[in-house]
């Protein structure tokens, strides 16, 4: 197979998870191969493929590098960058039903955005005159396929473009926003716009979370990359000229990401309550002598806390 038979291959698997091949510099095709290698020779330890995905998306180096690279510089999320920046903090401290609920909005905030930036190139609204997502999505597609197709000088980069524009449209048309008698069963129910949104669908289920948080970030990713590529210059600048070594506020995202992932493997206070209250396994729930200790521990906490801020008022009303 050549490199782009393994890459349909790939995403067709991907596909059923709703996912896609991610949309990343690091993407090259000695990474397909080893995607492939996921795909054919699965680790059951390390989840086979759909691991290897989910490892990728929610990575802290990837995440800061998208917020810095990708969705500052899109102006169709500078509305949605306090949503975002929020929502990936609580993916890193393992809060995964918030960063999931407060991301599903931010899909139709930024297509809203373009929308309206768009306006006079790309037809958004229904027979009424309102803003109808089904409309914008599919003249969307339109548009992104007729730019795409332009790109005669660059073969390679088109077909990369083209498979992300496929998988936007799978998920606008078949997966994000089926209603809800189009989306009782499969992975359709999973990741739906409607279900969570209306009747908080599947954030009981710590499987399905996890792999929604994956989804949902990666289709903003998918969103963030052809929404760039419209602007070489924008899109060359911050994917091919990204200066992470030197770039201070993505090292400060990069490691603030990396050490709440870190602490999230412990018992903080997210796991403590997770542990405590929300689930339902007897094998990992708290026992009532657990709780007590981390009661007293917390009262300790409370009591160092509160008098480091008195000592600290005091030294400040001093001066």
């Known amino acids: 197979m050549n490199l782009w038979e393994v890459y349909d291959k790939i995403d067709g698997y991907l596909n059923q998870k709703l996912l896609t091949i991610p949309p990343y510099p690091c993407v090259s095709g000695s990474k397909v191969q080893e995607l492939l290698d996921c795909l054919e020779n699965p680790d059951p330890a390390w989840g086979g493929l759909d691991g290897e995905i989910l490892r990728m998306v929610i ?42 609920l407060s991301l599903v909005p931010v899909v139709e905030a930024v297509l809203r955005q373009w929308a309206t930036e768009k306006s006079d190139e790309i037809e958004s609204s229904n027979k009424n005159g309102d803003f109808k997502i089904s409309v914008f999505s599919k003249n969307l597609v339109s548009y992104l396929e007729e730019k795409n197709e332009q790109r005669k000088s660059n073969p390679k980069f088109q077909k990369w473009v083209s498979n992300q524009i496929k998988y936007f449209e799978f998920m606008m048309d078949k997966v994000f926003y089926l209603r809800f008698k189009d989306s009782e069963e499969g992975v359709q129910r999973e990741f739906n716009r409607n279900r969570v949104l209306h009747l908080l669908d599947n954030i009981e289920d710590t499987r399905v979370l996890r792999d929604n948080n994956t989804r949902i970030f990666l289709l903003l990713d998918i969103i963030a990359e052809l929404y760039l590529c419209l602007d070489d210059n924008l899109y060359v600048k911050n994917t091919f000229y990204a200066d992470c070594e030197d770039n201070i506020d993505f090292n400060l995202r990069w490691k603030t990401y990396l050490k709440n992932e870190l602490e999230s493997i412990g018992f903080t206070d997210m796991n403590i309550i997770r542990f405590a209250f929300l689930t339902k396994d007897e094998k990992v729930c708290l026992s009532e002598e657990k709780k007590k200790k981390f009661i007293e521990q917390q009262e300790l906490r409370i009591r160092l806390l509160e008098s480091r801020n008195f000592n600290g008022e005091s030294k400040h009303d001093e001066k």
């Open 59 to 100: 990575h802290p180096w990837q995440r800061a590098y998208q917020v810095e690279y990708k969705y500052r510089p899109s102006k169709i999320f500078t509305g949605s960058m306090k949503v975002i920046e929020s929502a990936t903090y609580d993916l890193m401290i393992g809060n995964y039903v918030c960063s999931y």
